[in-house]
């Protein structure tokens, strides 16, 4: 059975830090790992990706202020997420790629109060 936990998320204020971390079980390859974020205007986005072999992509507004990391023995991704600003409110899944399928979390909450 596929299982994504992830843990983290919460309150924060602006300016302030967060962290997120996902570990997965039930998969035995996986390809990419990373978070996407749905915002209160009910929008998904791409936040963040690892790669299979390491290579990380950003959105934009992530940049700088975001960083992603992997560890494959553990299968799990975190992201940690600094200089936070309200528009990064948003309920955040965690997702992996296989060859096959993709599988998501249940999503945590993060909200910036500003």
């Known amino acids: 059975q596929v299982q994504l936990v992830e843990s983290g998320g919460g309150l924060a204020q602006a300016g302030g830090s967060l962290s997120l971390s996902c570990v997965a079980s039930?998969?035995?390859?996986?390809?990419?790992m990373g978070w996407h974020r749905r915002t209160p205007g009910n929008q998904l986005e791409l936040v963040a990706r690892v790669g299979p072999f390491g290579a990380i992509h950003y959105t934009d507004s992530a940049k700088g202020r975001f960083t992603i990391s992997r560890d494959n023995a553990k299968k799990r991704v975190d992201l940690q997420m600094s200089s936070l600003q309200s528009d990064d409110t948003g309920v955040y899944y965690c997702?992996?790629?296989?060859?096959?399928?993709?599988?998501w979390g249940q999503g945590t909450q993060v909200t910036v109060s500003s």
């Open positions: 997702y992996v790629d296989t060859v096959d399928d993709a599988y």
């Open positions: 039930g998969i035995r390859s996986i390809n990419a």
